[in-house]
């Protein structure tokens, strides 16, 4: 199966997400694409002004937002495992569970060019491709470039540009601010009803 892996926070998931995920299933016929919430994410649990909401919460609006697309998956992989998240660690324990899988590893350019300083990010590439496209002001080209001992593993794929973040979401809920046409409605009631980022 080819298998295309979407990691982030997800705090919430957003459109922008979604579309992302559509855009490299089609571009790179997958089979399925798994979302994998990060339990501790070291780049930014070192910011300890900023609070990462529970791991329950963000699978349950993950597990909202696909349950209508049967090519979208979740694994909880790095929920369940202790201490910081690492991607190569886990790309490698993803292929230890999945033996029969192809992986393409989904980033957009920013994360791309970033990628040199991640930890071991010549292990991500045993075990997927990487899957790149890019955001709103970013250059895939540059992106590439700042990794040249990687670059006979990343294919490019296209899409729209997006305007989500999840930080814009944040704020704009806990300001009283509609935030329905940045997030699917099954997650805009959630947010809702549970009074999740309703402060800042």
């Known amino acids: 199966m080819r298998v295309g892996i979407l990691g982030g926070t997800f705090d919430p998931v957003h459109n922008g997400h979604l579309a992302i995920a559509r855009a490299a299933r089609a571009a790179l016929a997958l089979d399925l694409v798994l979302f994998v919430p990060a339990g501790d994410p070291w780049r930014k649990t070192r910011d300890r002004t900023r609070k990462i909401t529970a791991s329950e919460r963000r699978l349950a609006m993950l597990e909202l937002a696909i349950a209508d697309d049967k090519t979208f998956g979740i694994s909880d992989i790095e929920l369940r495992r202790e201490?910081?998240?690492?991607?190569?660690?886990?790309?490698?324990?993803?292929?230890?569970?999945?033996?029969?899988?192809?992986?393409?590893?989904?980033?957009?350019?920013?994360?791309?060019?970033?990628?040199?300083?991640?930890k071991n990010p010549e292990r991500i590439t045993r075990h997927a491709?990487?899957?790149?496209?890019?955001?709103?002001?970013?250059?895939?080209?540059?992106?590439?470039?700042?990794?040249?001992?990687?670059?006979?593993?990343?294919?490019?794929?296209?899409?729209?540009?997006?305007?989500?973040?999840?930080?814009?979401?944040?704020?704009?809920?806990?300001?009283?601010?509609?935030?329905?046409?940045?997030?699917?409605?099954?997650?805009?009631?959630?947010?809702?009803?549970t009074g999740l980022y309703s402060s800042p």
């Open 83 to 118: 201490g910081p998240s690492y991607t190569a660690d886990t790309l490698a324990a993803l292929a230890g569970e999945r033996l029969d899988d192809q992986f393409w590893f989904i980033v957009g350019a920013d994360a791309l060019a970033d990628m040199p300083h991640w």
């Open 129 to 193: 491709t990487i899957a790149v496209t890019a955001r709103r002001g970013s250059d895939i080209d540059a992106a590439i470039a700042a990794v040249p001992d990687l670059k006979d593993r990343i294919e490019r794929f296209d899409m729209a540009p997006w305007n989500e973040s999840a930080s814009e979401i944040r704020r704009r809920t806990a300001a009283g601010l509609p935030i329905d046409d940045l997030v699917p409605t099954a997650v805009v009631r959630y947010i809702a009803e």
